[in-house]
Every structure is written in C-alpha cells, then in structure tokens.
C-alpha cells in the first residue's frame, strides 16, 4: 500500500507536462512517504488517439466548459472508471490532483465523485492554480476531503504527518482532530449557492 497517488488529469498541453506531482513526489519520499504519480492526461491522449486530438488544441473549448464536456461524458467514462479501478487497487491512504485550470475542472469532479461513490476510505487531496476559484465548491460538496491552497511541498508533508498548516484547508468534523477552516470563511462556503 503507497501513502499518497498524485495525478495529472485531463486537458493539459500535451507537449507541456507539469511538473507540480513530480516535485511533491520527491518531498514526501525524502519525508519517507511512499508516493506515485499517474499523469491521465497522457493517457487519455494515448486512448483516444488521432481521432479526437483536437481536444487538446489551445482553441479547443470541450474541457473548458460544462456544455461542452458533457457532450463528451460518454468518451471520458469508461477512462475515468479505469483510472479510479487503479486507486482502489493501490489503496493510497490519499489520493491527490492537481487541479491546474478551468480546462481539469470537469474530469477532476468527475473522477473525485466515481472514486467517493466506490470508496470513502481513501482521502482525496485537490491542489493546484485552479483549486483558489474552486476548492470551496469542492469541499462544500464533498468531492474532496481536503484542498491545499499556495505551495504545496510543506503542507502535503503536513498533512500526511497529521500536522496543521496555514494551506491545508477541509470541513471541520470531516477529519478527526482537524480544525483549519477560519470561522469566517466557513459561512460563505456552507451557505454559497454556487454549485458547479
């Protein structure tokens, strides 16, 4: 069983990988966590093949809006329950994404919902550019357990030792002996009507 699964997920520029899961895989190895990372944007490319490669043209809008996805849900489905069969499988203790745009909004709802619907056990981590316009929502709906917000290295290390820091935001209750929400942003997230 590994500690922590990092994921990239779907779309990002294919020839531009990020390098944020790699960088926190090597923090918690030399913090003697055992982590690996998956990049499902790779694969993703590589399944679909030459057929649908438009996707992941810059002017491209399928990822970029909830119309637009949903138009491919059928396509990405059967990829998102072979990746989410694969996290079962390894049984992390978390399991994070990067959340790097607009454009991995969707899958990583996607995915976030089909792992909670088949295990509760395994806790999801969001992070990433993106996470600042949505974790909240993430949170308020219970897609992920926890979002970091900034830089990740020391508050991933935080959280997989137990430890509290300033970037490790979640519900209260939802984790026994967490407390990080600030009292004056758990109002607007419980009570914002915005849901993606």
């Known amino acids: 069983m590994v500690d922590c699964i990092i994921a990239t997920v779907p779309r990002l520029?294919?020839?531009a990988p990020i390098t944020g899961p790699a960088i926190l895989k090597a923090v918690l190895q030399q913090h003697n966590f055992s982590c690996s990372c998956v990049d499902w944007n790779i694969d993703l490319w590589h399944c679909v093949g030459v057929e649908l490669a438009d996707w992941w043209n810059d002017t491209n809008v399928t990822f970029r809006y909830r119309t637009e996805f949903d138009k491919i849900y059928d396509i990405i489905e059967?990829?998102?329950k072979k990746w989410v069969q694969y996290i079962?499988?390894?049984?992390?203790?978390y399991f994070g994404m990067s959340l790097f745009s607009q454009r991995s909004l969707f899958m990583c709802e996607m995915i976030c919902k089909e792992l909670k619907q088949h295990n509760t056990?395994?806790?999801i981590i969001i992070g990433g550019p993106y996470v600042n316009y949505c974790g909240d929502i993430f949170l308020k709906n219970k897609w992920c357990d926890f979002f970091i917000k900034g830089e990740g290295e020391e508050a991933i290390v935080a959280l997989l030792n137990g430890d509290d820091h300033p970037g490790i935001l979640f519900l209260p209750g939802r984790v026994r002996g967490r407390k990080r929400i600030p009292e004056e942003f758990l109002p607007r997230l419980l009570e914002s009507p915005f849901v993606l």
């Open 121 to 123: 056990d395994i806790k």
């Open 88 to 93: 079962i499988q390894e049984n992390p203790t």
């Open 13 to 15: 520029h294919i020839r």
């Open 78 to 80: 059967p990829h998102v």
